[in-house]
Nanobody, 115 residues
Framework: QVQLVESGGGLVQPGGSLTLSCLASGITFSRYRMSWYRQAPGKERELVATISSSGGNTNYDDSVKGRFTISRDNAKNTVYLQMNRLKPEDTAAYYC????????WGQGTQVTVSS
């Protein structure tokens, strides 16, 4: 049974930082490309960042480039999203996604940026 469990969300003030984690089980994690998506109320789910299976390549949406960093630890079956200089428009539910031949979603973790 495949499980992706996100954690680390919460309420943070503008300009603050959070680190999200996604722990995977039931898959050979090191063979999967991992991504973080987010979905704000009333909006479509959007891709935030992607990291290759080895961790050697990363890509970011322009809206987070320079502020967010995606990383992974294949020994711990975990992908991270370090989020700095958070803005109110970063408020959303954040989801991790594992993709190889099949794709798997986590249940999401809420990030709220507000003063």
């Amino acid at each position: 049974q495949v499980q992706l469990v996100e954690s680390g969300g919460g309420l943070v003030q503008p300009g603050g930082s959070l680190t999200l984690s996604c722990l995977a089980s039931g898959i050979t994690f090191s063979r999967y490309r991992m991504s973080w998506y987010r979905q704000a109320p009333g909006k479509e789910r959007e891709l935030v960042a992607t990291i290759s299976s080895s961790g050697g390549n990363t890509n970011y949406d322009d809206s987070v480039k320079g502020r967010f960093t995606i990383s992974r630890d294949n020994a711990k079956n975990t992908v991270y999203l370090q989020m700095n200089r958070l803005k109110p428009e970063d408020t959303a539910a954040y989801y991790c996604y594992a993709w190889n031949i099949n794709g798997y979603w986590g249940q999401g973790t809420q990030v709220t940026v507000s003063s």
